[in-house]
């Protein structure tokens, strides 16, 4: 397997998410992308190789890899082709192999969202508007200031995704967990592409709840009854969402998420006058997928804003 070296190895893995499968683990390839092929184990989780710092999470492995030399060797790898792992490296059926030289696997530690602290109303709003104007530029579905316009995608697909996260709001605020899951069931899924708008959504409110500083708080309790019924959810029904949506999903509900949302949660504790760290954060995200980022950071940065304005009308406890 190692006689040659250079012409069988796709490249070397950077690093290994945590909830990467333990050496001996066998996989089997599920979809293959320009800097993605995604591998499902035998439990039906999803896993991933990426090429893109941007897209690592905590079930991948970020390989170091020229661009075209990925390309033109992973042609190879066909859907349905087994891979096994090993201490040394990652070895598919077909001859190639990814070395894992070097690489160190990432603690969950370094894959949590942080606590943060509230912001003022006026740094809130602030970060609202930049947000809103990434958003604008790159002229995604969903914008945090929004209209009522039409999309191309679906003539309802926008409306209807308002409406329920102001019932999403409105029922954690009254603390209603049946209705409550039954918004976020909703959102679920929700939206063209392999990772649909509202489950993006659902990934950074996720986090935004993870952040929230008492974690003795009834607010924090119900948050996370509601995170371990999507977490049920999502098990028992496996086609409510696309498999690598579902991935994203499940590791959010688990506390876990990718490396790009999470270097905007840290940034959210800046209070920098140019919100530069904020800015930069953004910029990164705006370039995974065509809206799945800012779909996420909508969700993240939403739910922050309504758990200050809770909080501030003593809503919650």
């Known amino acids: 397997m190692h006689t040659k070296w250079h012409s069988s190895c796709l490249g070397i893995v950077e690093k290994i998410g945590s909830q990467f499968p333990q050496p ?28 893109k710092e941007n897209a690592f999470h905590p079930a991948s492995l970020l390989l170091n890899a020229p661009e075209g030399v990925f ?3 992973a042609r190879e790898i066909c859907v349905g082709s087994m891979a096994c792992v090993h201490e040394d490296g990652l ?20 894959e949590s969202a942080p606590n943060v602290s509230a912001l003022p ?3 809130l709003l602030r970060r609202e508007l930049i947000l809103d104007s990434f958003q604008k530029k790159k002229n995604t579905s969903l914008q945090y200031i ?24 409105h029922h954690i605020r009254k603390q209603d967990i049946s209705q409550s899951i039954e918004s976020i069931q909703s959102l679920v899924g929700f939206g063209p ?8 959504f659902l990934c950074g409110l996720l986090l935004s709840w993870c952040m929230y500083p008492d974690k003795e708080s009834p607010y924090h309790r119900f948050t996370m009854e509601l995170v371990t019924l999507l977490s049920m959810l999502l098990k028992d029904h496996k086609h409510i969402t696309t498999d690598i949506s579902r991935m994203f999903l499940l590791l ?11 270097v905007l949660a840290r940034s959210w504790d800046s209070r920098e006058a140019d919100n530069r760290q904020y800015r930069e954060a953004l910029t990164v995200l705006s370039e995974v997928g065509h809206s799945s980022g800012l779909d996420a950071a909508y969700g993240m940065v939403y739910g922050l804003v309504q758990t200050t304005l809770c909080v501030a009308r003593k809503e919650v406890s």
């Open 24 to 51: 001996q683990a066998m996989l089997v390839v599920h979809s293959t992308y320009a800097s993605t092929i995604n591998l499902r184990d035998s439990y039906g989780r999803l896993h991933s190789i990426v090429t």
């Open 121 to 123: 109303q006026a740094i």
């Open 91 to 110: 070895f598919f059926d077909c001859g190639l192999w990814v070395s894992f030289l070097g690489a160190k696997r990432v603690p969950p530690s370094d």
């Open 146 to 169: 929004h209209t009522t316009r039409s999309t191309e995608i679906e003539p309802l697909f926008a409306p209807r995704f308002y409406a329920t996260i102001e019932d999403l709001s």
């Open 193 to 200: 592409g392999s990772t649909p708008s509202g489950d993006d």
């Open 71 to 73: 390309l033109l060797k």
């Open 252 to 262: 959010a509900c688990d506390g876990l998420f990718s490396s790009s949302l999470l």
